[in-house]
């Protein structure tokens, strides 16, 4: 952590200061998937069922 604030002392991480002085943040939460008409595979309705990615067992 020294090594990188040292290096950040040198060289600022300059979007991290242009989003600070516009007033940028990151939203909350990420925005809800939402699926696709055009997804004939069906995949993104998949997807949406199992939004943390695990398929649990019954």
Excluded at 9 to 33: R, Y
Aim: aromatic share 8%; net charge positive.
């Amino acid at each position: 952590m020294r090594r990188l604030y040292r290096y950040w002392s040198a060289h600022p991480p300059v979007h991290e200061l242009v989003a600070a002085f516009l007033g940028v943040t990151a939203p909350a939460e990420p925005p809800p998937l939402v699926a696709a008409a055009d997804d004939p595979s069906g995949i993104g309705a998949m997807i949406l069922r199992f939004p943390d990615g695990k398929v649990k067992a019954h």
